[in-house]
């Protein structure tokens, strides 16, 4: 998968060290959070950006960082990695995004998504996906509403391994997109 993808208004890149304050940032939003066990400190969020860029390295593609075109603004990322573990589809490979909320409403996160997608899928990769899976908090509405405006199917709910089970957001959902489908009805973000 290519290091760098433009859409209309974003650039998917790999990540820059001026990324990790307004990442840090991001991080520490309850509001960005929410759908998460906790806010991140500085120190793990860098932790997490330096996992993150190391995706590409590792397995040829990974989460972009997302730049806006007109600002030049880090507002967050998108893209392919490892599920987690002991979660169904754990085998399988993951599409994923968080968006600072100065920039939530906007559709940032499907426009980003599609273009990581259309890269995931692609006809001239060395070796495209044939499936991609997305998992969130089933009480996180605006994630799911990225999944199904993808064209993602849900297949599964469960409890997340990580998460206390009291919790409400260890109650979660798994959706799954087929390559053949996306090629099929790629949608227009």
Known sequence: MTAQLETQRLILRRWRSSDREPFAAMNADPEVMRYFP?????????????RIDAGFDLHGHGRWALERRDTGEFIGFTGIGPMPADVPGSDGMEIGWRIARAHWRQG???????????????????????????????????????MRRLGMRHVDDFAHPDVPEASPISPCVRYVLIRDEWMRSRPTP
């Open 38 to 50: 906790a806010v991140l400190s500085k120190e793990r969020s860098d932790l997490s950006a330096d």
């Open 108 to 146: 940032f996160a499907l426009e980003a998504a599609t273009a990581a997608l259309d890269a995931a899928f692609a006809l001239d990769a060395a070796s495209p996906l044939l499936e991609v899976n997305s998992i969130t908090a089933v009480i996180n509405e605006p994630s799911r509403g990225v």
